[in-house]
């Protein structure tokens, strides 16, 4: 298996950053995954962080060194992941559960899967051009499919930023799966929080995707949209992958150039990072060491519940 990745994730003109973004393989499978955080101070960070590396240690138990059923294993995941926010929000008696929008992904044997709950989105591009995007679960999703507004005015609309399907909300999510869909040498997946796509076309996204590698072609979609939303600006997240390649350095596209091929049977790559302490918005208490130490504890212990 050879693909090139590159994340990258930044706090735009909010005050913390709430987005959370990972990615794991064994030597045949790769799993991809952002989330949006929603909540309180320091709780959307929470839901996020948990969502991610929950996804991410199911992965790692389950791809052995490939799933069994990627899209049974997708819904499974975010299905837990709704749980385990649900159990920490009622352990902490937290008046607003926090929440968050995930999408995810995994190729293996050729073979791209994908699932999302709200608006974080996927991209698959070849040679440029966008082949397909998940839809989001939002508001002006419905009124663009009802013909009510164009797919413009969907940047614009007073209420875009309403969605109706999260994890850790009071119903159980709806996760959206996709096909089985094969994947070509040079394809591109590109998973993001709204943060980044709702200032950018596809076009824009394709175009650039397919101009420079990774490494360059992510930090410029950072630039174009950070630069769009401004001050208020939201967090801006994404992972990208290119399928195929030569391992280090590979192809044309760049990114973190990876060959499985001398990886044992039993062993994972992961890049995660840790949670870390936000910077305190006006008026509001900072979060201090021992609630981070806490919170990843707590978070731990959600996981060992949840995951297998």
Not at 19 to 43: C, I, P, Q, T
Request: proline share 4%; aromatic share 8%.
């Amino acid at each position: 298996m050879k693909f090139s990745i590159y994340q990258s994730s930044r706090q735009g003109g909010r005050k913390y950053n709430q987005d959370r973004v990972a990615y794991s393989y064994s030597k045949e499978a790769l799993l991809m995954v952002v989330a949006d955080g929603m909540g309180g101070h320091f709780h959307g960070e929470i839901a996020a962080q948990m969502t991610v590396q929950l996804v991410a240690e199911m992965f790692q138990k389950q791809a052995r060194p490939i799933l069994r059923d990627p899209l049974f294993f997708l819904d499974e995941a975010m299905h837990a992941a709704h749980e385990a926010i649900s159990d920490y929000s009622a352990e902490n008696e937290l008046l607003e559960s926090p929440r968050t929008t995930c999408v995810a992904a995994v190729i293996q044997r050729d073979m791209a899967y994908w699932a999302h709950v709200g608006d974080s989105r996927l991209y698959f591009f070849r040679q440029g051009r966008l082949l397909t995007r998940s839809q989001d679960h939002s508001r002006v999703q419905q009124l663009f499919e009802q013909g009510r507004i164009t797919e413009a005015q969907m940047t614009t609309h007073p209420e875009r930023n309403k969605i109706y399907n999260c994890l850790g909300g009071m119903i159980p999510p709806e996760v959206d799966l996709s096909k089985r869909t094969p994947i070509e040498a040079g394809d591109i997946l590109m998973l993001c929080s709204d943060g980044l796509w709702s200032t950018l076309s596809a076009n824009e996204i394709g175009s650039i995707l397919n101009a420079y590698p990774l490494e360059q072609a992510i930090p410029e979609l950072m630039d174009h949209s950070e630069l769009r939303g401004g001050q208020d600006g939201d967090n801006l997240s994404a992972i990208a992958m290119t399928w195929g390649g030569t391992g280090v350095g590979a192809g044309s596209k760049g990114g973190t150039g990876v060959s499985t091929e001398a990886m044992p049977l039993d062993s994972f790559t992961t890049r995660l990072d840790a949670l870390h302490a936000p910077r305190p918005a006006a008026g509001e208490a900072p979060v201090t060491d021992d609630d981070i130490e806490k919170a990843i504890a707590e978070i731990q212990l959600a996981i060992q519940k949840y995951s297998k």
